[in-house]
């Protein structure tokens, strides 16, 4: 008899929930959410009850620039409040002067700050074309270059680090300093050696989205004694070190609170779970996805391995934005947040009177960077997604594709073509999947690999 009471009741509670939960919405899975646990929590208290809450000392900043800088294979770090204050230290530390014309090569497929930060600084954007997986084209680099110019900033897109050993070579030979946005690309490897350890300086993001996250913040890494003093310099208002507020210069307040410094440090310890964790939800959409309807997931060059910020969706060769755009507004519909890939900076209001560089001439509605804009969208990459939800998301991407994308596959479908791409011979076939002789199959797009 107490048997059945107990299951009678459970069946009860059951039912309950069901009809209690009818109607309600499933949670929106956003594009990504910050991870947080209770070692954040433990250090916050810690720094809190330290009374170093400012940006100007804690045990917890020291540490955070320290170890993130040996992440990056550099000896030095200096926190900031943001990632683009980060790119602006930069651009005064390495010789960039306001307001006399002195022009920064920019690639034009990047989020806004990274020419904001330019314009803020005093410096003039010069926009350069993108490769086929938008990054930052040496080529355009090379044609981009007068003798204003005075830093080439590299966005290492969507956690893709770019092609380094040609634009280091440039750089040096017209006696360029390089500054590496990598705000996206924590972790990253090109050819073997980390994001941030290839440029004169290099700058992070720890936005909340980020693959580690203080909310807010940033930081500048680098391995020049020199560069590390004038920015700590530049940060710190100009102080002289020699003489209490005496400023012998402008300076900034760009410090970053010891507070968020002490959720980096636990970010940080925690690096590998946060890394792996996006790493996984990027593989199971690519092993459903890949290929499908001509999809690529995180599509990447064979030098790189990405950091795994963002899933990104790569649609086939030829598909407009609209097509996008009716895509993300369908899954919008059933919960999954989506956003598109970065509008192309020079085309928005403040921009469209800089200079613009394609490497081979073409009219700038056939260039690379408008091609890769409107050809991507992101969905949700997030640690604490569950299988099931990755599951959802994968199977909402499938409908949603097999709804749209017939037609455009119907007027594009792309030919074979073989080509040599930045001094390395890769056979560029078409939304196939090429095995490798006595291998595992490997995915390809367009002659790229995909994560």
Known sequence: FLVCCVAAGAAAVAIWSVWRGRGRKPRKLLVSEPSLTALEEKYLRHAYKSTFISGGAGSYKARLEKEFAAMCGC??????????????????????????????????????ATAAAVVDAGGVPVFADCDELGLICPRAVEKAITARTKGIIVVHLYGHIADMDPLLAIA????????????????????????????????????????????????????????????????????????????????FNYRLSNLLCAVGVAQLERFAELFHGRQRVIKAYAAALEGFKGVGINIRHGWCQPSPWLACVWLPEGCGAALRDDICADLEDLGIETRPFFYPVHTMPPYINYKFHSADGVPVSETNTVKVAQRGFNIPTSVGLSRAEVAFVSRSVRQVLAKHIA?????????????????????????????????????????????
């Open 172 to 251: 040096k030979k017209h006696g360029i300093p390089v500054i590496e946005d990598a705000a996206e690309a924590h972790g990253a490897l090109y050819k073997g050696k980390p994001a941030g350890s290839f440029g004169d300086v290099a700058t992070f993001s720890f936005y909340a989205n980020k693959v580690m996250s203080t909310g807010e913040g940033g930081i500048v890494v680098t391995k020049s004694k020199e560069l590390h003093k004038r920015m700590v310099y530049l940060r710190g208002h100009a102080m002289s070190p020699d003489r209490r507020f005496w400023h012998t210069e402008v300076g």
């Open 75 to 112: 000896e030095y770090g200096i926190a900031t409040a943001n990632g683009t204050v980060a790119i602006n230290l930069a651009l005064h530390a390495t010789g960039m002067e306001r307001g006399v014309g002195d022009e920064i090569i920019v690639p034009s497929m990047t989020y806004v």
């Open 407 to 451: 037609e455009c596959l119907r007027q594009c479908s792309p030919t074979t073509l073989s080509e040599e791409r930045m001094g390395e011979k890769m056979a560029c076939v078409n939304w196939q999947c090429m095995p490798p002789p006595k291998q595992k199959a490997t995915c390809k797009v367009n002659g790229y690999l995909t994560s």
